[in-house]
């Protein structure tokens, strides 16, 4: 059973999309990161690396086939151009 998500409506290519393919998972990755040298607690920096994992499965076998499906050739030219995690800048 695959999870139901929205389907898209508009293709946005801007902004902070113009770096980086899934800016909001990288930055709700980065507070975490960031509150584990803040504040010291090893869990902190597991939680981390344990969503990064989760969310790249959910990405590269739900979202991102469901995106080529929905806008084909511009999402196959926006993969070729931009990164899916590290920022181009």
């Given at each position: 059973m695959t999870p139901v998500i929205e389907q898209p409506k508009k293709?946005?290519?801007?902004?902070?999309?113009?770096?980086?393919?899934?800016?909001?998972?990288?930055?709700?990755?980065?507070?975490?990161?960031?509150?584990?040298?803040?504040?010291?607690?090893?869990?902190?920096?597991?939680?981390p690396i344990i969503a990064f994992i989760i969310i790249h499965i959910f990405i590269t076998n739900v979202e991102e086939p469901e995106l080529f499906k929905v806008f084909g050739g511009k999402y196959s030219n926006y993969t070729k151009n931009v990164p899916r995690w590290l920022p181009k800048m």
């Open positions: 293709f946005i290519v801007g902004g902070l999309y113009k770096y980086c393919r899934n800016p909001m998972y990288l930055a709700e990755i980065g507070i975490f990161i960031g509150l584990f040298f803040v504040l010291g607690y090893i869990l902190l920096l597991t939680f």
